[in-house]
């Protein structure tokens, strides 16, 4: 299970995930996206760090993972 605390829920494909955006050590903002059983934790780059992250791009990310597991 994984901690609610400063996380965004998000349900995609009948399951659910935890998003929040974080820097990391070199200040670079990065997302990160995890499911519920902690078995998928993604990390990406924001593309734009001026734009706030909205569910439609964890979304778009999601779809992408998703698309390239199956190629």
């Known amino acids: 299970m994984v901690s609610k605390k400063g996380k965004r ?12 955006v974080r ?8 997302i990160h996206i995890l499911s519920e059983d902690k078995k998928i934790n993604l990390e ?7 734009v706030a992250s909205t569910k439609k791009e964890v979304e778009r990310l999601l779809r992408i993972y998703f698309s390239s597991k199956h190629v």
């Open 23 to 30: 820097k990391n050590s070199l200040g670079i903002p990065k």
């Open 44 to 50: 990406y780059h924001l593309f734009d760090s001026e």
């Open 9 to 20: 829920k998000i349900e995609y494909n009948g399951n659910v995930y935890y998003w929040f």
